[in-house]
């Protein structure tokens, strides 16, 4: 069955980084796009940043877009999400997401909070 798999989170300073990883099994990796999702409490879950299944193309949310960066290793079926310059904004729990068979599969996600 389709697992996914989040790690990385924790607390971290504001101007901090973190890197997160999401490993995936039960499908073919290499064949599908993978996206990270955060949701904040009290707010709707929202995408953050995406990649292609050949890591070809990105694409990022305007509020993150040259602070994190998604990148994957197919060979490990991991994805990963660097966040750099956190700000308390980014506290919430981030989700690996991928949408396979006309299905959303989700992990159980990982804790991020940014504060002093």
């Known amino acids: 069955q389709v697992q996914l798999v989040e790690s990385g989170g924790g607390l971290v300073q504001p101007g901090g980084s973190l890197r997160l990883s999401c490993a995936a099994s039960?499908?073919?990796?290499?064949?599908?796009?993978m996206n990270w999702y955060r949701q904040a409490p009290g707010k709707e879950r929202e995408l953050v940043a995406g990649?292609?299944?050949?890591?070809?193309?990105?694409n990022y949310a305007d509020s993150v877009k040259g602070r994190f960066t998604i990148s994957r290793d197919n060979a490990k079926n991991t994805v990963y999400l660097q966040m750099n310059s956190l700000q308390p904004e980014a506290t919430a729990v981030y989700y690996c997401n991928a949408n396979l068979y006309g299905k959303r599969y989700w992990g159980q996600g990982t804790q991020v909070t940014v504060s002093s």
């Open positions: 990649i292609t299944a050949a890591a070809g193309s990105t």
């Open positions: 039960g499908f073919t990796f290499s064949g599908y796009g």
